[in-house]
């Protein structure tokens, strides 16, 4: 697919301008571009208290300040320090910090094209969302699209292996288990669980532990085996795989237009190309962990459950038709799934010669 093709709704240009205007008049930067060895620094607001999501925002910002000769420093801060930790492109639209990580899809009420890059229950696994966001199209789609959104600027960065499906008190098998099950969550799968009996419950990550041991909530999803793990989750008696709701989720970096503006071409590529290692470095890194984790999980008393392949089925069937019927109401959306749709068929038979289907 060319990416020159792909152009958005001139109403969506609209809706982002006055966010641009806002976020254009908050930086001082607005309006020149930095003069030779001039410094900057930025801050960073995330969706993460910590963890390996967390820990990537920080090697970027380390790449980025080694790449630069230290010219430019990045702070990057945990989620809620510079604003609601569900809520990051508004944080650096309004001008609450230059920088933010998060993922696309917990906008998932008002930006379902989001929901598509973001990753959906059933989407692409890990390996094509990477090939198509950096060399398939997806890339340029992803920042004329959450750019609109946004009114930030924005470039894909990170892409997660396969999500544990659940950590919970109880074994879940079939959509009967999740019934009256309070379930942490984000996203379009809290509207799906919800249909199947279950009470999703939206808390960012950093709130999961007091509300598990409050009883608050009876199970939770959040991130890879090995992610999961290094945030003590071991502690959970059963592990629920696969995570179809989750296969491949992929992040996203938003830029203050301003911090932009006044980058010159060398300082733009150098956040570009840092983005795009520390996204190559994470993804193989957690390939790598979560092998041993599952392990350390078993090892550790853990009762690992597999899902029914009924169940599995209709996860993939749900997902599929929420996008579907989002694109039905959303021209925005629309445009998005066909871009993603285009790129999907390109892969079709080739589990022949790669010896795996990535789905």
């Not at 969506?12 to 607005?30: F, H, Q």
Request: charged letters at 20%; proline letters at 5%; aromatic letters at 8%.
């Amino acid at each position: 697919m060319d990416d020159r093709r792909f152009s958005r709704r001139s109403a969506l240009r609209g809706a982002a301008a006055g966010a641009l205007a806002v976020a254009a008049g908050s930086i001082p930067l607005a309006g020149r571009v930095l003069a030779q060895g001039e410094s900057m620094s930025l801050r960073m607001a995330t969706s993460w208290a910590g963890g390996p999501l967390y820990d990537a925002c920080v090697a970027f910002a380390d790449l980025v300040a080694a790449r630069s000769g230290g010219r430019i420093a990045i702070t990057v801060e945990k989620g809620g320090v510079l604003g609601k930790a569900l809520e990051v492109p508004a944080t650096v639209a309004s001008g609450g910090a230059e920088l933010g990580h998060s993922w696309p899809a917990y906008d998932w009420q008002t930006d379902p094209g989001g929901v598509v890059l973001g990753g959906f229950p059933g989407t692409f696994g890990s390996l094509r969302q990477l090939h198509w966001i950096t060399a398939g199209g997806g890339g340029a789609v992803w920042r004329e699209h959450r750019g609109a959104v946004t009114g930030t600027v924005v470039v894909p960065m990170l892409v997660e292996t396969p999500e544990v499906f659940l950590h919970s008190r109880t074994p879940v098998r079939t959509s009967a288990d999740l019934a009256g099950l309070k379930v942490r969550t984000s996203g379009v799968w809290s509207e799906i669980i919800a249909a199947w009996g279950a009470i999703p419950v939206a808390i960012p990550q950093g709130e999961i532990d007091a509300a598990f041991d409050a009883g608050e909530i009876d199970a939770f999803e959040f991130g890879t085996p090995s992610m999961n793990l290094a945030l003590g989750w071991d502690r959970v008696p059963y592990l629920v795989l696969p995570g179809l709701h989750q296969p491949g989720s992929t992040f996203e970096l938003t830029i203050a237009p301003a911090v932009w503006e006044g980058l010159s071409a060398a300082d733009r590529s150098i956040i570009e190309e840092s983005a795009l290692a520390v996204t190559y470095d994470t993804w193989t890194s957690l390939g790598v962990a979560d092998n041993a984790a599952m392990a350390t999980f078993a090892e550790r008393g853990v009762t690992i459950v597999d899902l029914d392949p009924i169940f599995i089925d209709q996860i993939r069937v749900r997902g599929r038709a929420w996008v579907n019927d989002a694109a039905r109401r959303d021209p925005a959306a629309a445009e998005v799934l066909a871009a993603y749709d285009a790129y999907r068929a390109t892969w079709a038979g080739s589990e022949r010669w790669r010896g795996v289907d990535d789905e």
